[in-house]
């Protein structure tokens, strides 16, 4: 099973400032999805990148899959405290089940 | 339409209990995985249950086990609970499983004493 890096684990910012989180891997991915994990909640599905290359926008985040498919980044505009939360990339087994990265725990405070 | 819900969502057991948490899928989902959340090992895949037949399972003893009732509600049960079960125990729903995307629950917070 291919696993997942992801980094950084840890990142607190003020609000206002611009980040970036990745998602690695040594193998090639067929997709890669990108989750929010609020406090107290599961995982919700941000976006689903498919294409090497594909750049997706949802208002502020950017997510970027790289040429070769074996990495992924996310990049966030002017962060807000809604923002923080647990970000999680996985991808889907050949579709027998996801595996998901560690994840990167990002705080924005005001 | 109602999202994906869990049951209980807090619980505190002593070791050598066992456990028995519910999830509830959306409306018209068939499709049940449940997954392991700790600190040290994030989100782990326990098994899929699909039309009340377990479809796939990850890397986890024996005293996780699952079932999958008509109406696609499912449960998970952990026997002989040891301190290292303490985790966040989601649930996910979706219409066929496979690729497709899922809909996670809230979770169970179980502590293990």
């Known amino acids: 099973t291919q696993l997942l890096e992801q980094s950084p684990q840890f990142l607190s910012i003020q609000e206002g400032e611009n980040l970036t989180v990745y998602c690695n891997s040594s193998?090639?991915?067929?997709?890669l999805q990108w989750y929010r994990q609020e406090p107290g909640e599961g995982p919700v599905l941000l976006v689903t990148?498919?294409?090497?290359?594909e750049v997706k926008k949802l208002k502020r985040l950017t997510f970027q899959f790289g040429d070769a498919r074996k990495d992924s980044s996310l990049h966030i505009t002017a962060a807000q405290p809604g923002d923080t939360g647990l970000y999680l990339c996985a991808w889907d087994n050949y579709g027998q089940n996801f595996v998901f990265g560690p994840g990167t725990r990002l705080s924005v405070l005001p | 339409k109602a999202g994906v819900t869990q049951t209980p969502r807090y619980l505190i057991k002593t070791r050598g209990q066992q456990v028995t948490l519910s999830c509830s899928p959306i409306s018209g989902h068939r499709s049940v995985s449940w997954y392991q959340q700790t600190p040290g090992q994030g989100l782990q895949f326990l098994f899929e249950y699909f039309s009340e037949t377990q479809r796939n399972k990850g890397n986890f003893p024996g005293r996780f086990s699952g079932r999958q009732f008509s109406n696609s509600r499912s449960e998970m049960n952990v026997s002989t609970l040891e301190l290292g079960d303490s985790a966040l125990y989601l649930c996910a729903s979706s219409f066929f499983g496979g690729s497709e995307t899922q809909y996670f629950g809230p979770g169970t917070r179980l502590l293990v004493l």
């Open positions: 193998s090639v991915f067929s997709s």
């Open positions: 990148v498919v294409t090497g290359g």
